[in-house]
T-cell receptor
């Protein structure tokens, strides 16, 4: 139980384009999901908290207009990286909360060329 | 603000040797503590957690961790490691009823034959 999926697992896009990453809780409903970013050989950095039916809460220093988060249902949150730049290349990981615990997706590797 | 310190960025050990990965957190009234494991290019998998009750918690693959409130520590131990234990290990804490996790910088465990 408590499985979280992400799609796509990896994506390559050109600079200036937008890319959407999906995070789904497969066997439970989650009112809260989190989005993290992980640079090579570093820890996870919390980007934002995604709440179903309301606006996401962004951490300090994260551009909300660049990283658009939509939590349209209790099983789906999406992260859209708009006008991507090479420095946005990273590993993006989501998690979904069930009974005070976070369950993590497998991650999405984004490469911006 | 809560912080988590993993004192060792890399820990190399030989197979069948014991290992301890250290984790300290800044003091808080009430904390939940977690250890996650990450294999290359994958998301995080929960290894074990302390929410309440017994201060010694165990995982199904032989790891254990002990919550020490006086020393604000949650060190991870295994009496005999396997090659397959090679991975990155992250300590994380949530506090004050928040679902947000604060992660340590991670410890790369390398088990050599």
């Amino acid at each position: 139980g408590a499985v979280v999926s992400q799609h796509p697992s990896w994506v390559i896009c050109k600079s200036g384009t937008s890319v959407k990453i999906e995070c789904r809780s497969l066997d439970f409903q989650a009112t809260t999901m989190f989005w993290y970013r992980q640079f090579p050989k570093q820890s996870l950095m919390l980007m934002a908290t995604s709440n179903e039916g309301s606006k996401a809460t962004y951490e300090q220093g994260v551009e909300k207009d660049k990283f658009l988060i939509n939590h349209a249902s209790l099983t789906l949150s999406t992260l859209t990286v708009t006008s991507a730049h090479p420095e946005d290349s990273s590993f993006y990981i989501c998690s979904a909360v069930l009974v005070y615990e976070q369950y993590f997706g497998p991650g999405t590797r984004l490469t911006v060329t | 603000a809560q912080s988590v310190t993993q004192l060792d960025s890399q820990v190399p050990v030989f197979e069948e040797a014991p290992v301890e990965l250290r984790c300290n957190y800044s003091s808080s009234v009430s904390v939940y503590l977690f250890w996650y494991v990450q294999y290359p290019n994958q998301g995080l998998q929960l290894l074990l957690k302390y929410l309440s009750g017994s201060t010694l918690v165990e995982s199904i693959n032989g790891f254990e961790a002990e919550f020490n409130k006086s020393q604000t520590s949650f060190h991870l131990r295994k009496p005999s490691v396997h090659i397959s234990d090679t991975a990155e290990y992250f300590c994380a804490v949530s506090s004050g009823g928040s679902e947000k996790l604060v992660f340590g910088k991670g410890t790369k465990l390398t088990v050599n034959p």
